[in-house]
């Protein structure tokens, strides 16, 4: 019971998958599979990692910016990133994409982190076999946090798969499953499709603020506000 108690300080992201028949696009492109990882402040992007490292640490040459990401926080890189990329490991049958995310060096504004996977040329995860993604406990590597497979990704070319989300403090896995229609070159659609998800942040600070005033009423510390008249005092 302790250990299950124990909270959630290092997740491992784990996405696997086997080549879909063929191997190349009629294009004769290989194909691959993308797993990202989006660290969001409430509605904020912050920074996004993916095969290519943190996008704040590795800007892309071409000063084509994938996603809205601020910027104002960076995953880091190399050993010491608190979001780090395997990048690919590939095998003549599929390829693995590795995520580990160190929760105790995430910023203190740091709401969500949401894992994204994306067919990168064929548009269409189904056509991938084994695909699968798990979340795990870093610490305690049998303790499965979350898992998604090919039977959850239809036809789609990019899903939402699962977030982690801080309550309170604590961090738990949380699934999402929203399909949309993007890859790895342009996170614009994915960000859309993470937003409504987000919307509950804006909801909370609206409500947050009416407990506030209920709280400040019934201990007498609000008052109404008495209309001024033009009438003087006789």
């Not at 994915?190 to 804006?202: G, K, L, N, S």
Request: some cysteine.
């Amino acid at each position: 019971a302790g250990a299950e108690a124990r909270p959630l300080r290092e997740v491992l992201a784990l996405l696997q998958w086997t080549f879909p028949a063929g191997h190349v696009t009629p294009q004769g492109q290989a194909d691959y599979i993308d797993g990202s990882c989006l660290v969001y402040a409430e509605e904020r992007l912050l920074d996004v990692v993916d095969f290519r490292g943190a996008h704040s640490a590795v800007p892309a040459s071409d000063g084509h910016k994938a996603s809205s990401a601020s910027l104002e926080w960076s995953a880091g890189r190399g050993k010491a990133a608190s979001v780090l990329h395997s990048g690919d490991v590939m095998s003549a049958e599929g390829g693995t994409h590795a995520i580990r995310i160190r929760l105790e060096d995430l910023p203190a504004q740091a709401t969500e982190c949401f894992f994204v996977i994306s067919a990168y040329n064929c548009r269409n995860l189904s056509l991938f076999r084994s695909l699968s993604m798990r979340l795990l406990d870093a610490e305690r590597p049998p303790r499965l946090l979350w898992h998604f497979t090919l039977a959850d990704a239809r036809s789609s070319s990019a899903v939402v798969v699962a977030s982690l989300a801080r309550r309170l403090g604590a961090w738990s896995a949380q699934g999402v499953g929203r399909p949309c229609g993007a890859t790895v070159r342009d996170y614009t659609p994915i960000e859309a499709a993470i937003a409504p998800v987000q919307e509950r942040h804006r909801r909370w600070r609206r409500r947050g603020a009416l407990v506030l005033l209920g709280a400040l009423w019934a201990s007498g510390r609000a008052r109404p506000a008495v209309a001024a008249t033009e009438e003087g005092p006789f």
